[in-house]
């Protein structure tokens, strides 16, 4: 089993800065790719961004520019840094692993507030 713990959220002011982490634990022997996904009341969940080993990345037009994500050396930890926080950016966000059989795997979520 693997599990997903994200931290890192809060609330914030519009133009602040929050950095997400999640970190994954249990029988791991290798971890294809962690990303980022948020869902915001009433909206569909939604890719932020995502990671892959290789260290290839995919952000969403709506956050380009803003975050970046990155892998710590572990390879089991994935950040999401958040600059230049919007009110639309608000949401529950969700950490994902696939790993190396290609099982998905996700986080219980933590909560952004961007105040305006």
């Known amino acids: 089993q693997v599990q997903l713990v994200e931290s890192g959220g809060g609330l914030v002011q519009a133009g602040g800065s929050l950095r997400l982490s999640c970190t994954a634990s249990?029988?791991?022997?290798?971890?294809?790719?962690m990303g980022w996904y948020r869902q915001a009341p009433g909206k569909q969940r939604e890719l932020v961004a995502t990671i892959t080993g290789v260290e290839s990345t995919i952000y969403a037009d709506s956050v380009k520019g803003r975050f970046t994500i990155s892998r710590g050396n572990a390879k089991n930890t994935v950040y999401l840094q958040m600059n230049s926080l919007e009110p639309e950016d608000t949401g529950t966000y969700y950490c994902k692993a696939v790993v190396s059989d290609f099982r998905t795997y996700w986080g219980q979520g933590t909560q952004v507030t961007v105040s305006s």
């Open positions: 249990g029988s791991i022997f290798s971890i294809n790719a």
